[in-house]
Nanobody, 125 residues
Framework: QVQLVESGGGLVQPGGSLRLSCAAS????????MGWFRQAPGAERESVGC????????YYPDSVKGRFTISRDNAKNTVYLQMSSLKPEDTAVYYC??????????????????WGQGTQVTVSS
């Protein structure tokens, strides 16, 4: 069993930056592919990126490419989502998720086994 706890959400002005963290329990973190997702009110949940076991591979959808960066520290069992040039449309609850299995280089939208509780990000002036 893996437990995920996100932190770092809050209110930020348009154009600003924010870094989210996701701490994982357990001793298997380095064997997990980690993903970040978001869900805005009335919208479907969408992927904002994922990172492979060692951090050597990442994937981002076009909606956030060049603005969001995912990294991980396996020694700390933590994955990060650095967000910059934030826009009001980035407002959502952000979730981290974990899964085992195959790394896909062209999508993060596969089934994840474990989910965090989410953290709210609001981009507004």
């Amino acid at each position: 069993q893996v437990q995920l706890v996100e932190s770092g959400g809050g209110l930020v002005q348009p154009g600003g930056s924010l870094r989210l963290s996701c701490a994982a329990s357990g001793r298997t973190f380095s064997s997990l592919i980690m993903g970040w997702f978001r869900q805005a009110p009335g919208a479907e949940r969408e992927s904002v990126g994922c990172i492979s076991w060692s951090g050597g591979n990442t994937y981002y959808p076009d909606s956030v490419k060049g603005r969001f960066t995912i990294s991980r520290d396996n020694a700390k069992n933590t994955v990060y989502l650095q967000m910059s040039s934030l826009k009001p449309e980035d407002t959502a609850v952000y979730y981290c998720a974990a899964r085992r299995g195959t790394w896909y280089s062209t999508t993060c939208s596969v089934r994840y086994e474990y989910w965090g509780q989410g953290t709210q990000v609001t981009v507004s002036s």
